[in-house]
């Protein structure tokens, strides 16, 4: 039961990364291959660094269907662009349940190989938002990670109370499998209705250095 409600989430991460890649691709006018690429790059970046920081097979590269599966997303996230203007809503929609969806797909494989939970968390946090960075980067923007927007603390938060949940209360399994993803979806949500933001660091010199 557990095993097959994984294989859910991790389809249902794929296809959401998917998505999310395929319409930022198409906000900057990306070509159709422009935009496959750019949508399997979200969906299996944070997995690779993952599955390397393991030292384990990438999975992807075992799972053929995988491919298949970022290929038609991609098809129909452009068949759907002729439907849904709102691009920035439909983007934002996709990459926080992605986020969700694959930090509880990382967390599971730290605790599967008998890590330390931080490490278990840093897994989660690298899953979830390593495609994303990858993702911008290659779209010319400065990652989401990187900016005030509250994004990687909700993989965090999220991945605190999921070990605390498994650890500590006598939940079922899946419950907690899916408080977790609302729970870092609702963050996101919340963090960007209220504008909640990470303190910003910067120099206030402004004054020239001559060398």
Not at 96 to 123: D, M, N, R, W
């Amino acid at each position: 039961m557990h095993e097959q409600f994984n294989q859910i989430i991790e389809i249902l991460g794929t296809v959401s990364f998917a998505m999310s890649g395929s319409f930022a691709a198409m906000q900057k006018r990306l070509d159709p291959f422009g935009v496959l690429i750019i949508a399997f790059i979200t969906s299996v970046g944070g997995g690779t660094v993952r599955d390397l920081l393991l030292d384990v097979p990438v999975f992807w590269m075992h799972d053929f269907w995988m491919c298949i599966l970022i290929f038609v997303t991609s098809i129909l996230a452009m068949i759907f662009k002729s439907i849904e203007k709102k691009f920035r809503v439909t983007l934002f929609i996709f990459d926080s349940f992605g986020l969700g969806l694959f930090t509880i797909i990382g967390l599971q494989k730290g605790l599967s190989a008998e890590l330390h939970p931080v490490i278990c968390v840093t897994l989660g946090t690298i899953t979830g938002c390593f495609g994303g960075i990858i993702r911008d980067i290659l779209l010319n923007r400065i990652p989401l990670i990187f900016r005030r927007e509250i994004y990687a603390t909700a993989c965090i938060v999220g991945g605190i109370v999921f070990l605390l949940f498994i650890k500590f209360s006598s939940l079922s399994y899946t419950f907690v499998q899916v408080f977790t993803i609302l729970l870092i979806v609702g963050i996101r949500t919340l963090a960007v209705r209220f504008q909640w933001q990470m303190p910003k660091f910067y120099d206030n010199d402004n004054e020239n250095i001559q060398v």
